[in-house]
């Protein structure tokens, strides 16, 4: 079935630094992908999307292209803030698959001042 | 901004006893949606709803558990007789159409 891998957490960055958390997926056909963000004590919001190839998604600084022949969707940030720091989630929904989510384990960010 | 919200945000129960909970999706959403996530693991699918029946539903959403849509605007979950390893977050979620998917803060249900 489908699913969706992250890397590991946690990831502890300075201020400032560049960010990338990789995600891979397998899914049949061409599913669209997502990033959602959990800030501590808080429900996930979705960050950014992308519902076909090549396609990039961007919100608040954060960056995710739709690679189909590496099956990626790897989040980028080029100058990671403090208020950063959370768990993000990769996630995908098959194409015509009713709208379920397939999440990722999550990649827990922390960020030092 | 619309927001999809949930009520309550944390519920204690003890084993064997019923819950309810309550979610208030985004008031134009057709699809409907519950998610959990055990502390520590995923976020884990559990049902799906659209045009008042369940469109699709996991594993995990075996008999105890039931969604209902009593009025135009809620959308709940019921476990009939909880367990302990019931015990996580429990998100719902609204979506338009069936992709992008919006969340509410999330319900944490303790079963001791």
């Known amino acids: 079935g489908d699913s969706v891998t992250q890397m590991e957490g946690p990831v502890t960055l300075s201020e400032e630094a560049f960010l990338t958390i990789n995600c891979t997926y397998t899914?049949?056909?061409?599913?669209?992908l997502f990033w959602y963000v959990q800030y501590p004590g808080e429900g996930l919001q979705l960050l950014l999307k992308?519902?076909?190839?090549?396609d990039k998604g961007s919100n608040k600084g954060f960056e995710a292209t739709y690679r189909k022949e590496t099956t990626s969707f790897h989040l980028e940030k080029g100058s990671v803030q403090v208020s950063d720091s959370a768990v993000y989630f990769c996630?995908?929904?098959?194409?015509?698959?009713?709208?379920?989510?397939?999440f990722g384990q999550g990649t827990e960010l922390s960020v030092k001042p | 901004e619309p927001e999809v919200t949930q009520t309550p945000s944390h519920q204690v129960t003890q084993m064997g006893q019923e819950v309810i909970l309550r979610c208030v999706p985004i008031?134009?959403?057709?699809?409907f949606y519950w998610y959990r996530q055990i502390l520590g693991q995923k976020v884990e699918f559990l049902v799906s709803?659209?045009?008042?029946?369940?469109?699709?539903k996991s594993e995990i959403f075996d008999d105890q558990f039931s969604v209902e849509r009593p009025d135009g605007s809620n959308f709940t979950l019921k476990i009939r007789s909880t367990k302990l390893e019931d015990s996580a977050m429990y998100f719902c979620?609204?979506?338009?159409?069936?992709?992008?998917?919006?969340f509410g803060p999330g319900t944490r249900l303790l079963v001791l």
């Open positions: 992308a519902t076909k190839a090549d």
């Open positions: 979620a609204s979506s338009e159409g069936a992709e992008t998917q919006y």
């Open positions: 709803f659209y045009n008042n029946e369940i469109s699709e």
């Open positions: 996630a995908l929904v098959g194409k015509g698959q009713g709208g379920k989510l397939i």
């Open positions: 008031s134009n959403h057709l699809y």
């Open positions: 899914a049949t056909g061409y599913p669209s």
